[in-house]
């Protein structure tokens, strides 16, 4: 699996001042000290005001980001589809032939079957390579094809919506790849927001 923060949305490079800059304008401070004031001086304590976002949350909605993610099971990102409040481009498996890659379950190992799980996968993979040379389209060959296949895809969505989706899916009731993916995600933002992790529990808390 790598999950990668290809881009983020920032005010001078600072996340936390657009969160800052949020709440000075639902508070009407904007109006009385103009715009320009609070694009230059960032001097306040924009932590606190970050972690404050949590009972304010729509100004966390101004905050978003692009990752890349590559490596998951088929399983994993159909349980990362229904988070709607998020946009996904997602490598086809109608116009491209797929790459021979998979995910084993630990579980599926340590009951001593990991053996016959890749003659499985191997078997359909085969199959899949037969339907296609003989001229059946990618999009019908799919068919054959195990949820374990790998897929890669570029996930965009606001800082509430991360945060909504790891208090779900870090969950101990949450399956075990999708849980690493969002701590993987949750990592890749903390390099621009350290604040994160404090987020999250405070996020999960509120609601």
Known sequence: MRVKLLAYNHLDGSVKA????GFKVSSGRVREKGIDHYLKDH???LSGWMIEGVKYP???EHVVFTFYIEGISRVTSHQLIRHRLASYTQESQRYSSISK???IPETVVKAGLGERFKKFMEDAFKLYEEFVNVGIPYEDARYVLPQAVTTRLIMTLNLRELLH????RL???AQWEIRELVRNMVTEVSNVLPEINKLVERYCREV
Do not use: F
Request: charged share 25%; net charge negative; proline share 0%.
């Open 18 to 21: 657009l969160v800052m800059l």
């Open 165 to 168: 989706i790891a208090c779900l």
């Open 58 to 60: 729509s100004v966390l």
């Open 43 to 45: 001097s306040e304590d």
């Open 171 to 173: 969950s101990k009731d």
């Open 101 to 103: 890659d998979y995910v």
